[in-house]
T-cell receptor, first 116, second 118 residues
Framework: AAGVIQSPRHLIKEKRETATLKCYPI?????VYWYQQGPGQDPQFLIS???????DKGSIPDRFSAQQFSDYHSELNMSSLELGDSALYFC???????????????FGSGTRLTVV | AQTVTQSQPEMSVQEAETVTLSCTYD???????LFWYKQPPSRQMILVIR??????QNATENRFSVNFQKAAKSFSLKISDSQLGDTAMYFC???????????????FGKGTKLSVKP
């Protein structure tokens, strides 16, 4: 079965640069969630989209922006990168806002961003 | 706001034995969903087991089972016949079923690092 696809798998950027992470949801899924997991930390919710509209916003810095496109894939844009942005960024998808319940939703393999 | 607490940062167990990971949570809601996710060294987040708060029966998935105590807001994970492949970080997570934008978002605990020793 098709899963959530994230690209790239690894990304190295310098401070103050810009990075774009991409997430391709499971086919027919219309909802995307982004999470950030710092080293040794638990995943923290960043932002979600439902039917191409922002659904909820968590602890996402103003330097970050995201959007969901007509084909439901989503991109997370991060500007003015800081060393503290180094983390694993996960994406998950579901059919509908509560599509992740009660079965839980499937995460992509993540993008490991390293800022040097 | 909901919170999830995992009080055991690290645990170890001998292969083939049983281990229980603790999780408590705080919420004012009566209906919600609880999950255990496993994160092995590959860093992939893998769903282990889920529980719907309105169901009193404890969920079971092969060697994994939960002890869900709604009144105590406790959701522990029991791993029976532990295997070397169970070595991973385990995260307990809460999902609200309330309306509004918070639907579908997971709130994670800090995790428990489990090591299965041969």
């Amino acid at each position: 079965a098709a899963g959530v696809i994230q690209s790239p798998r690894h990304l190295i950027k310098e401070k103050r640069e810009t990075a774009t992470l991409k997430c391709y949801p499971i086919p027919r899924h219309d909802t995307v969630y982004w999470y950030q997991q710092g080293p040794g930390q638990d995943p923290q919710f960043l932002i979600s989209f439902y039917e191409k509209m922002q659904s909820d916003k968590g602890s996402i810095p103003d330097r970050f922006s995201a959007q969901q496109f007509s084909d439901y894939h989503s991109e997370l844009n991060m500007s003015s990168l800081e060393l503290g942005d180094s983390a694993l960024y996960f994406c998950a998808s579901s059919l509908g806002l509560m599509g992740g319940a009660p079965y839980g939703y499937t995460f992509g393999s993540g993008t490991r961003l390293t800022v040097v | 706001a909901q919170t999830v607490t995992q009080s055991q940062p690290e645990m170890s167990v001998q292969e083939a034995e049983t281990v229980t990971l603790s999780c408590t949570y705080d919420t004012s809601e009566s209906n919600y969903y609880l999950f255990w996710y496993k994160q092995p060294p590959s860093r992939q987040m893998i769903l282990v087991i889920r529980q719907e708060a309105y169901k009193q029966q404890n969920a079971t998935e092969n060697r994994f089972s939960v002890n869900f105590q709604k009144a105590a807001k406790s959701f522990s994970l029991k791993i029976s016949d532990s295997q070397l492949g169970d070595t991973a970080m385990y995260f307990c997570a809460f999902m609200s079923s309330m309306g509004g934008g918070s639907q579908g978002n997971l709130i994670f605990g800090k995790g428990t690092k489990l090591s299965v020793k041969p």
